[in-house]
């Protein structure tokens, strides 16, 4: 049973930038895909970036250009580099890791196994 462990959330400001890790113990993450989702209060846990086993990486629209994932195989890491945060990035952010087909990757349901989750607040 693989166990995932976020790290790297924190408290920053509008345009600071923070490093996510997500560190898997019990099986590697090679031919697994591997999602980060958010979610805020009172608001649905959703899609925000994923990298697929084959290394092809997914962005939600609001990531794209401020946000890269990447992927550490020979420490089983994923990373998720977060730029030029905003308010609207206050979440809690969860990795999840799994097998989903390309359709299913950017859903919850895509993916069976998921970590703790770690807070990031933007705020002045």
């Known amino acids: 049973q693989v166990q995932l462990v976020e790290s790297g959330g924190g408290l920053v400001q509008p345009g600071d930038s923070l490093r996510l890790s997500c560190a898997a113990s019990?099986?590697?993450?090679?031919?697994?895909?591997v999602g980060w989702f958010r979610q805020a209060p009172g608001k649905e846990r959703e899609f925000v970036s994923a990298v697929s086993w084959n290394n092809y990486q997914y962005y939600t629209d609001s990531a794209k250009g401020r946000f890269t994932i990447s992927k550490d195989n020979a420490n089983n890491i994923v990373y998720l580099q977060m730029n030029s945060l905003r308010p609207e990035d206050t979440a809690v952010y969860y990795c999840?890791?799994?097998?989903?087909?390309?359709?299913?990757?950017?859903?919850?349901?895509?993916?069976?196994?998921w970590g703790q989750g770690t807070q990031v607040t933007v705020s002045l």
């Open positions: 999840a890791t799994g097998r989903p087909i390309t359709s299913m990757i950017r859903f919850v349901a895509g993916y069976p196994h």
């Open positions: 019990g099986r590697t993450f090679r031919g697994y895909t």
